[in-house]
């Protein structure tokens, strides 16, 4: 084992450079090779190590080819019939014990980090419980804890361990946050999987589906919104305050009896699409229309409440959202004063 | 007709390259119209569902129906050559296994005008593979075509072991056999064990959706995860029924144009063998993100790693053939040796892909869609280039262009290489797979142009393939017996093509690379070891390809069985299994003719033989 570890340590000038190379590599809150937490991290002194070995093995695979092509073409007018050599019996037990070795020198670490990923905080009373349910093509997260659902937003304290309960009401999904840690599947009830990450640094992250789940797969984006606790106390307390519906009475009426058979607003409807509450406050419309007031990533959230509302079915082929027009028969004024409503849905 | 009722092996491998070369070709369509619709962030060239079929045929297409047929074409043209036998140990099943494989690729490949294609993924998933999520007769097709074309794969490997076990000419001990009969050997074992468990799978599937069974359903009991056990089992292993193959290939390919013999011949067979096994233990390194908790993650991660040994020693055997050589740059060679540091790329990602902490992020991420890229094609495409450019004057008698051949290696390999090697980086900055589209500004799109602008040349390398397969196919066939002057085993002791019956008179081997052994002893001809006699001959038969309609027809009216159609005289044909039954009845009544009437074949006399 000493010998082991002594190999590991010559490797470890090259995975330093490996690492300065591919850390620059994709966005930060997007890119497996910017890890921005422990789990991700952990995952990413692997794959440098992997990789080192990796690319050392290549370089003497490729020498050698390369030195063979060169040195032993056959000249022109070489005629004599060269050596016919059975083999070489050390020679072929050195390529045997190498590649050992570096399994070995790969296996050690690989083990620890499995029975480290394995760390499951559903049982710490610091941790913060959250019920992950994968719907096609959404994302749901239940606060046991403290009451509180929503879904597309993941929003948690930085720093603090989440433990994860990961489920799904339909098909199987895959719940990945690239650059905070490794991804893990959502299966159907009797298969409940469990994990736990943590986002020391606050920011915006982007999470998305990693297993084939019908037509809009690759639009099942999410995202986890790492906050102060400060700010994740104020995030809770509002989600939990008394509805406000459109002051307009009719407008009002009409949002009851279309959207909230499906959806909440607070203590108002069904939770059984995505919950609204704190809408005005999201990253994003539908996971993937992103707003932004700039324009330079997306654009303003009423543009892209219009958009989506206007045609569900041409923003996330597949969705099960009726057409607020065709199935449920509203008007484009309305479509607009219900827009204009959940934009101003925010949070304080 | 005469290729309808054909049991020759010579010719069913024809048959097999041809009908697979069809697939690879539909195959290759659908890759090249998923690497368009990826070509530019938000894309509309494709919708939503129609990608997810394409990219569910695109990997069943090129698994079931593209590579292994012409893996089983390489095999049955040579085999029989290499080993020095008159053919396969039974001809009509060898006929039976080809019309069933092209009967049941006809099945899935119908689903693209009747009705909807695939579009669970070729793993097919479940629940998303169930009635309730892909609601047309797509994965029916899936399930009841690859049944049928699988019937075809088990009955190609039986009867590959049989002919291998039984067949081999006085002299040649499984010590002394080639490395591509011993390929071929210990694929067919692998297909023997592997293919029982999708067979089950499919069955299993098709009872959920056309029975109304409960085996994956989680509502009523069943679990999903548990087809993704037994999809894997055979899955797995499926990867090695591919790739030793094309192992076997370079093994011939370089020794002959290195003028050596293969260096560590035995490590490499014991290696072959010990992939083999392994590829048995290590289903699960598929499911490290399913939750199977941490001891199977780590169990599955070390017995995935230990692979990379076996597979080690084969890589510096094959270097160390050409070391102390005369290397030649024909195209089959230039080929196995594009193969070696490609296949390696493919090998070390593997290893890469095996820590499970680390696989949390590269599963299902373009880093997969890389590496078992580069094993497929960069191993296993690379190998049949290689392999069917070295036997093509074996096979058709006619020398492929020399020219049009490097062509077609520089733009295959470089094409390749850009499609595939951005695509490592592609998912370890966070693209997933299988996304029809993507949204733009996550740094995906420069490297996907470069990945789509490779395919394209991939296709051009292809194109040149083909026509250097159309002009030399217009010229004379007048290849020599041993036309690349260095072969080393039996098939280049014949003549190009091989007459009928193969050998006149069955060779006597004297050793490793028998034919070489007997050029360095100064000899022309290899030392018969039998006198020539009367040479017994099986006979065409039309029951074989009845047969396979009959499954084929016996498949479609099961699948609508549960339809309601337009018109009363359909719906009662198929809702009464009437058409299920007749299919069945051709098939068992062509079962009851080969039963009932013997048949004795025939024989090639000793005038003939000398009069040719």
Redesign the interface.
């Known amino acids: 084992m000493m010998k082991t570890w002594q190999a590991g340590k010559r490797l470890l000038p090259m995975t330093a450079a490996l690492g300065l190379i591919l850390a620059g590599c994709g966005r930060e809150d997007l890119s497996v090779l910017r890890p921005q937490g422990p789990a991700a991290e952990s995952s990413f002194d692997l794959m440098k190590l992997a990789i080192t070995i990796m690319v050392a093995v290549l370089l003497v695979v490729f020498t050698i080819a390369a030195y063979v092509l060169i040195r032993f073409r056959r000249k022109p007018g070489q005629r004599e019939v060269p050596e016919q050599v059975e083999g070489n019996f050390k020679l072929e037990v050195i390529w045997t014990v190498i590649p050992l070795i570096l399994v070995v020198i790969l296996a050690v670490p690989t083990v620890k980090a499995v029975f480290a990923a394995g760390n499951d905080h559903a049982d710490d009373p610091d941790a913060v419980k959250v019920k992950v349910t994968g719907h096609q093509y959404w994302w749901e997260f239940e606060y046991t804890d403290y009451g509180v659902k929503t879904a597309q937003d993941l929003v948690i304290p930085a720093g603090k361990d989440i433990a994860f309960e990961l489920r799904t009401a339909d098909v199987l999904h895959s719940f990945w946050v690239p650059s905070l840690s490794g991804k893990i599947d959502t299966n159907p009830d009797g298969t409940v999987n469990r994990f736990s990450f943590s986002a020391p640094n606050e920011g915006v992250y982007r999470g998305k589906c990693a297993e084939l789940c019908g037509p809009s797969h690759g639009f099942m984006e999410f995202k986890v919104k790492s906050v102060s606790e400060a700010e994740f106390e104020q995030w809770l307390a509002s989600m939990k305050a008394p509805a406000v519906l459109p002051e307009d009475p009719q407008l009002a009426e009409t949002f009851r009896s279309a959207c909230l058979r499906c959806h909440a607003v607070g203590d108002q409807g069904l939770a059984v699409g995505p919950d609204l509450t704190g809408f005005g406050s999201r990253e994003s419309v539908a996971g993937i229309l992103l707003n932004d007031d700039t324009g330079a990533d997306g654009a303003p959230i009423l543009e892209n409440l219009q958009t989506w509302l206007h045609d569900p079915e041409s923003v996330k082929p597949g969705n099960t959202m009726p057409d607020p027009k065709a199935d449920l028969g509203l008007t484009d004024e309305e479509i607009d004063g219900i827009a204009e409503y959940l934009s101003g849905l925010t949070l304080e | 007709m005469d290729w309808i009722t054909t049991v020759d092996h010579k010719k069913i491998a024809i048959l097999y390259l041809w009908a697979g070369g069809f697939f690879f070709g539909i195959g290759g369509l659908e890759a090249i119209l998923i690497r368009i619709q990826l070509i530019k962030p938000m894309n509309t060239f494709l ?3 129609t990608f ?1 079929e394409l990219i569910t045929m695109h990997g069943t297409t090129m698994i079931f129906l593209g590579v292994m047929p012409v893996i089983f074409a390489l095999m049955n043209a040579i085999i029989p050559l290499q080993i020095g036998a008159r053919d396969v140990a039974f001809p009509f099943l060898n006929a039976l296994g080809f019309w069933t494989f092209l009967f049941g690729g006809l099945l899935l490949n119908l689903s693209w005008v009747m009705g909807g294609a695939p579009d ?2 070729w793993t097919a ?1 479940t ?2 593979s169930s009635t309730t ?1 892909s609601a047309t007769h797509g994965v029916d097709f899936y399930t009841i075509g690859l049944q049928i074309a699988g019937l075809g794969t088990l009955i190609g490997g039986i009867n590959f072991l049989a002919t291998i076990i039984t067949m081999r000419a006085p002299g040649m001990s499984y010590m002394r056999m080639p490395m591509f009969a011993w390929a071929t050997f210990i694929t067919s074992a692998i297909i023997l064990f592997a293919f029982p468990a999708i067979t089950v799978g499919l069955v299993l599937l098709t009872f959920d959706r056309i029975l109304g069974a409960n085996f994956f359903n ?1 509502e009523t009991g069943g ?3 548990l087809w993704q056990h037994i999809f894997w089992i055979f899955g797995h292993p499926e990867v090695y029924i591919l790739i030793l193959p094309a192992f076997g290939i370079i093994s011939e390919v370089i020794p002959t144009f ?4 293969l ?5 490499m067979v014991f290696a072959t063998l010990l992939i083999a096994f392994l590829g048995f233990m290590v289903w699960a390194h598929h499911m490290f ?3 199977l ?2 001891v199977a ?2 169990l599955f ?2 017995s995935t ?2 692979i ?2 076996p597979t ?2 084969k ?3 094959w ?2 053939t ?8 024909t195209t089959p060679n230039l080929f196995a ?1 594009g193969f ?2 490609t296949f ?2 493919g090998g ?2 593997g ?2 892909l ?8 590269f ?3 373009y880093f997969v869609v890389a590496h078992f890229h580069y094993v497929i094609v960069g191993g296993l495409v690379l190998g049949l280039f290689a392999g069917l450019h070295y036997w093509w004057p074996k096979m058709f008698g006619r020398m492929l262009s020399e020219t049009l051949g490097k062509w077609t290696f520089w733009t295959f390999i470089i094409g390749f290489h850009l499609t595939f090697f951005v695509q490592h ?1 592609l ?4 693209m ?8 733009p ?3 995906f799109d420069t490297l996907n142009l470069v990945s789509t602008v490779g395919a394209g040349l991939m296709g051009v390398g292809m194109l040149i393939f083909l026509w250097n397969i159309y002009i030399t196919s217009r010229k004379p066939a007048d290849a020599a017996d041993d036309p690349w002057e260095d072969g080393r085993t039996l098939e280049w002791t014949i003549s190009s093509p091989p007459p009928e019956y193969n050998f006149k008179q069955t060779p006597l081997v004297r050793g490793i690379d028998a034919f070489w052994k007997e050029k ?1 002893a100064g000899h022309q001809a290899m030392t018969p070891s039998e006198p020539v006699g009367s040479i017994h001959m099986p006979s065409a038969t039309l029951l074989p390809f009845l047969m396979s309609v009959g499954i084929f027809i016996a498949g479609l009216g099961f699948m609508f069985s549960r339809d309601t159609f337009g018109s009363d005289v359909l719906g009662f044909l198929f809702n009464n299994y009437i058409v299920t039954g007749l299919g069945l009845v051709i098939t068992f009544g062509s079962m009851l003719l080969r039963s009932l009437f013997d048949d004795h074949g025939w024989h090639i006399e000793p005038e003939e033989l000398e009069g040719r």
Not at chain 2, 263 to 267: A, E, H, T
Not at chain 2, 322 to 329: A, C, K, L, T, Y
Not at chain 2, 354 to 361: G, K, N
Request: charged share 10%.
């Open positions: 919708d939503a569902q997810n669970a993924g998933y629940p998303l999520y989680p679990n999903p995860v290195s003028r050596k013999r260096f560590g011949y035995s490590s993100t399913t939750g908790g941490p993650n780590a991660s070390v790693m230990l990379a040994v080690g020693i890589i510096f055997n270097l160390f050409m070391w102390g050589g005369q290397v030649r740059f040796v070696i540091p390696t790329m070390v990602t290893v890469m095996a820590s499970a902490p680390a696989d949390f992020q599963h299902d991420t980086f998912g370890l900055m966070g997933q797979r299988r996304v029809f589209t993507y949204l500004n996550q740094q360095l």
